[in-house]
């Protein structure tokens, strides 16, 4: 994704705001601060990753033959449940796939204002329909790279 390509970092934080529904931002608000009283960091991160993870079961994607095909089923289902959009490229260089999450929905909780925790969730996500797809190494997983308010970037591939 190039620079022009990529959302202004307002834009994306708004638009992660907005996509909440309002019947369910103060139930998020409440229930990441009760995970925060009961967890530590990575307890917190690794529920939230299997979160991610039964999402990905519950909204399945079809075996892909091409990156191309693969980045439209992912956005088809994160538009039908109103979870941004992501854009799939290789680095070469690091051989891994990269992947561009924007507008994921940002519910800011306690200590955390932008909504971090649903960083973790993606990671679960990606993984989960990465998995799915013929010829997935069980030891791959995506790492989070980056993240700001709504927009996360996700690295795939073997540590260098």
Partial sequence: MTQAERTEPATAAYLARRG???????????????????LDQDGRAALMRAIGRRMAEAMPLPHCDT??????????????????????????????????????????????????????VLEGLYAGWLSQQPGASAELVPVIATYTAGEARLDYGRAA
């Avoid at 909440?20 to 009961?38: C, K, M, P």
């Fill in 20 to 38: 909440v529904s309002g019947q369910w931002r103060s139930f998020v608000r409440a229930l990441v601060e009760t995970l925060d009283e009961h």
């Fill in 67 to 120: 990156l191309k095909g693969l980045e439209g089923h992912m956005n088809d289902a994160l538009g039908a449940a109103e979870w941004g959009y992501c854009q799939l490229a290789v680095d070469i260089e690091r051989q891994c796939l990269l992947v561009t999450h924007a507008a994921a929905p940002a519910v800011g909780a306690g200590q955390d204002a932008e909504g971090g925790w649903v960083a973790a």
